[in-house]
C-alpha cells in the first residue's frame, strides 16, 4: 500500500502544478500613472521588442535598455546582453559611453556572444535564476527558428519565477508566436531641433507601440497605445500624443527626413567635393 500512497502523492502534485496560471502570477496593472507607466513594467516579464530591420538595432536596444533602467538597483545590479556570435557583424555591440547615457554603469553590464541559438536559450534560462541579475537581452538580428512557443513560454515561466525580467529583441514584420508577457514595435522618429541650431540633432526619440499585454484587466485599453517619447538621463519624458490618423512625420512641416542616399557637402574656394 505504500507505493500506491507515493503515486497518489505525486499525482497530486502534479495536478497541482498544472493548476497555476501558465505564465506565473500577473500584476493587476502596469505600474506607474499615466501613458509613460507603460513603461514602467513591473520585474519578472518576457518582453518582446520589434523593429523593422537590423539596422534599427541601436534603436531596439535603446528601448531594451530604457526598460531596464527602472529594475536595476539593490542586490540585482547586472544586465546581461547576449546575441548570436554570427550577428556581431549585422548588429553589432551596445557602446559603453552610450550605457552610460541610460544610466547604465558599463561595468555592470555582461557582454554573450554564443554560437548557437540552443546556448543562447539555455544562457537566458541560467541567467534569469541568479539573484544578482535584473534583466537578460537577446538580439536576435535573424528570425530564430528555435524560438518557438514552447520556448519562449519557459522563459516566461523563468522569469516569473526568479524576479529577472527578459527581453528578446526581433527585426521584421511578421510576428511570432510567443508567450511574452509584452509585445513592443518600435521606430525612428524625427528629434526636437535644438535651440543653437535648428539642424543639429536633439534627443533620442522613439516612436513607441505596445502590440500587445498580458498583464491583467487593463489589457484591452493598453494594447495599441502608441507613444512618442524622447530619452533624457533621467528616464522617458513623453514628446507627443499619437494618434492613428497622425504620422510623427507630420509633427513639423518645417523638418524634413534625412535623404536615403549619401549627399555631398558644398565646399567653397573651389574645392573639389566628395560624396
Known amino acids: ?45 518576457l518582453h518582446d521588442i520589434y523593429a523593422s530591420h537590423p539596422r534599427e538595432s541601436g534603436l531596439a536596444l535603446g528601448l531594451a535598455f530604457g526598460l531596464v533602467r527602472p529594475l536595476v538597483g539593490g542586490a540585482r545590479h547586472a544586465v546581461l546582453h547576449l546575441h548570436l556570435a ?27 556572444r554564443l554560437s548557437s541559438l540552443s546556448d543562447l536559450l539555455w544562457a537566458m534560462e541560467e541567467a534569469l535564476g541568479c539573484r544578482a541579475v535584473a534583466a537578460v537581452i537577446a538580439d536576435l538580428a535573424t528570425p530564430p527558428k528555435g524560438l518557438d512557443f514552447t520556448a519562449s ?14 527581453l528578446i529583441i526581433r527585426y521584421g514584420q511578421d510576428r511570432a508566436m510567443s508567450a511574452a508577457h509584452l509585445r513592443w514595435a518600435v521606430s525612428p522618429a524625427l528629434t526636437q531641433p535644438q535651440a543653437f541650431d535648428a539642424r543639429a540633432p536633439g534627443r533620442p526619440r522613439f516612436l513607441i507601440e505596445l502590440e500587445r499585454s498580458r498583464l491583467g484587466q487593463l489589457d484591452g485599453r ?6 512618442l517619447v524622447d530619452w533624457t538621463h533621467h528616464g522617458f519624458i513623453c514628446a507627443e500624443t499619437v494618434t492613428p490618423d497622425r504620422s510623427p512625420a507630420d509633427r513639423d512641416p518645417q523638418r524634413v527626413a534625412p535623404p536615403s542616399g549619401s549627399v555631398s557637402a558644398p565646399l567653397g574656394h573651389g574645392l573639389s567635393q566628395t560624396g
Not at 497530486?12 to 507607466?37: D, F, M, V, W, Y
Not at 549585422?90 to 557582454?111: C, H, K, M
Not at 493598453?222 to 507613444?227: D, P, W
Open 222 to 227: 493598453v494594447e495599441g497605445t502608441r507613444l
Open 86 to 112: 554570427a550577428d556581431g557583424q549585422e548588429i553589432g555591440l551596445p557602446y559603453a559611453p552610450g550605457l552610460s547615457s541610460f544610466g547604465l554603469d558599463p561595468s555592470r553590464v555582461i557582454f554573450g
Open 153 to 166: 513560454r519557459r522563459l516566461s515561466m523563468r522569469a516569473a519565477s526568479s524576479g529577472a525580467s527578459a
Open 1 to 45: 500500500m505504500q507505493p500506491l500512497s507515493t503515486l497518489e502523492a505525486l499525482r497530486q502534485s502534479i495536478t497541482t502544478i498544472e493548476n497555476r496560471p501558465a505564465l506565473g502570477p500577473k500584476p493587476a496593472q502596469h505600474q506607474g500613472q499615466g501613458p509613460l507607466g507603460l513603461l514602467s513594467p513591473p520585474a519578472g516579464l
